[in-house]
């Protein structure tokens, strides 16, 4: 998880809590770069809050806790069989792995009784699997796209007449991982991993959030949407200007290459991150604009950055500063005192775009530049 970078940190606490899944320690340690995290005995996160407090999230992960808050696992035949028709129709067409939460959730909004995903995956692992031999009024194919497709583990039965449609391969935990038809016409080939299921869940959270909450009016859940686009564009424009060609720069890259610039300029300043509370003062953004492009900073206006006012002064002559300069900076200064990380990336992604085109006209930017009466 820790490397799924094109994923936000939110994106995947919310997928690790949701699904109850062990924590590394790597990934524990970035997780506690944007909030404080509880995990349980199993390495489970049971309690997150983020700094900003906008995220809260609490939970008991303990099977027995969960299962409170589910329905009875007793079904009839005819609740199973309506199931298994709806896994038939869903994987019917599948050549790969599908995101199973997904469509137990779709499931239950269909059957309307307010029942959680997880009572439809006891009723799928638990029952409907281990019997999948028996269920002959399916064909074999049909029952094996379904194993497939939510990966679940082949008992010996059902591995038997796996055998007689074509050739076999199944993983560490007994499920398919390759499976070719004699006839050639079906061939399924899947990763069916621990990391490879939470890269499909977080792509699937992803796509979810985008198009439903859209739809649905979600001001927040749209903003963060725009932000993902406006990342993109940032670091797209920036990868043209430092011919990187389809490789995208990472926070990591425009860290270094921040720190490198201000240690080569002589300057004092560093961040460690894009949440580093130093940013907040915004000196360490003017003194980057002065290592840019020298003498554009007039040194008596910045202030000690002690207080909020001083704060707020400095991050609006560092952007007038920044956008004079020919930066494209798009943040406004209460992003850069409030230390938001998302917004203090696309300011040192575009300095660092500026740098690399110094033969660009500056105009009046050739002199210290005196900020408007608004700050502007």
Known sequence: MAKLEEYSIEERVRVMFGSAAEVSNDFRTQIRTIGDVELDEKHRICKFTSYDGKLKLQGDQNISARSKKQWPIRVTLAELTGFMNYLVEKTKDTIEPVVAAKLFREFSELEG???TDGV??????????????????????????????????????????I?????????????????????????LEGDHSHAARMKRRCAEYRNAYRGRHIYDGNQILT???????????????????TQSGDSLPTDKDIVAWVNEKLKNSGKSTSIRSFQDPAISDGKVVLDLIDSIKPNVIDHSLVKSGKSNEDKMSNAKYAITCGRKIGAKI?????????????????????????????????GAASAPIVPMINGN
């Open 113 to 115: 009784e307010g029942r």
């Open 120 to 161: 439809y995956y006891k009723r799928f692992y638990n029952q409907l699997a281990p019997n999948m031999a028996k269920l002959v009024d399916y064909s074999i194919e049909e029952r094996l796209r379904v194993m497939f497709g939510f990966a679940a583990e082949v008992f010996d039965d059902f591995l038997a007449q």
């Open 163 to 187: 055998r007689t449609l074509g050739d076999v391969e199944l993983d560490e935990g007994k499920r398919i991982s390759k499976f070719t038809s004699t006839d050639g016409k079906l061939n």
């Open 223 to 241: 903003l963060a949407l725009v932000w993902q686009l406006m990342r993109a564009y940032t670091l797209s424009v920036l990868a043209q200007y």
């Open 330 to 362: 798009y943040a406004l200064p209460e992003d850069i005192v409030e230390v938001k990380p998302k917004m203090v990336l696309t300011v040192f992604a575009c300095l660092m775009a500026r740098d690399y085109l110094p033969d660009m006209k500056q």
